[in-house]
């Protein structure tokens, strides 16, 4: 079954103890990306990876790692979480190929940062 | 101003009606228009794409596209109580910026 997978699902965890989220898919799919979703903000980019080894900052960086050593595999990296990390997020996969390049996302990891 | 905007909502409509969502966006130059679903909790699903001037139609759904307008909307015929969600529009430039989202309420 074609899918983005994220662990884990949720997480509760106290300030400046790092963290990581794993994001895996298994379409072979070049772009990948990381999003976090707040109430009445929507969905912000954190960042995103174009192929291995290839990554950008997306609109809300700070505060994050990312790194894509393998094409599925594209964790996020929180070195020291902050309560205003607190928030739904959300990895995404898609070709890059044409105009209708649909994006597919994981589950979710809701993370609680105390 | 950002660069995707949506009517947060909700909007609530009666079972049967038809839904009618908006969107607008600052980049002329952006090629592609997405609309995802997401229920409460869950994680976004496409419900439909376009990139060229007009209507689109899906089944109940149809995406409308102005780019001289810069301006893209969804309706949604014979509204049915699984549709209520919140509605993400979603503009495509190098990257994939989305909007707020805007909340719907079918009533049976």
């Known amino acids: 079954e074609a899918q983005v997978t994220q662990n884990p699902r949720y997480l509760i965890t106290v300030t400046g103890k790092k963290l990581t989220v794993t994001c895996s898919q298994n379409?072979?799919?070049?772009?990948m990306s990381w999003y976090r979703q707040d109430p009445g903000l929507g969905l912000r980019q954190i960042y995103y990876?174009?192929?291995?080894?290839?990554?950008d900052k997306g609109d809300v960086p700070e505060g994050y790692k990312v790194s894509r050593k393998e094409k599925r595999n594209f964790p996020l990296i929180l070195e020291s979480p902050s309560p205003n990390q607190t928030s739904l997020y959300f990895c995404?996969?898609?070709?890059?190929?044409?105009?209708?390049?649909?994006?597919?996302f994981g589950p979710g990891t809701r993370l609680t940062v105390l | 101003q950002k660069e995707v905007e949506q009517n947060s909502g909700p909007l609530s409509v009666p079972e049967g009606a038809i839904a009618s969502l908006n969107c607008t966006y600052s980049d002329r130059g952006s090629q592609s228009f997405f609309w995802y679903r997401q229920y409460s909790g869950k994680s976004p699903e496409l419900i439909m794409f376009i990139y060229s001037n007009g209507d689109k139609e899906d089944g109940r759904f149809t995406a409308q596209l102005n780019k001289a307008s810069q301006y893209v909307s969804l309706l949604i015929r014979d509204s049915q109580p699984s549709d209520s969600a919140t509605y993400l529009c979603a503009v495509n430039d190098y990257k994939l910026s989305f909007g707020a989202g805007t909340t719907v309420t079918v009533r049976a």
């Open positions: 379409m072979n799919h070049e772009y």
């Open positions: 990876s174009m192929n291995v080894e290839v990554t």
């Open positions: 995404a996969s898609s070709y890059i190929r044409d105009a209708s390049n649909e994006q597919f």
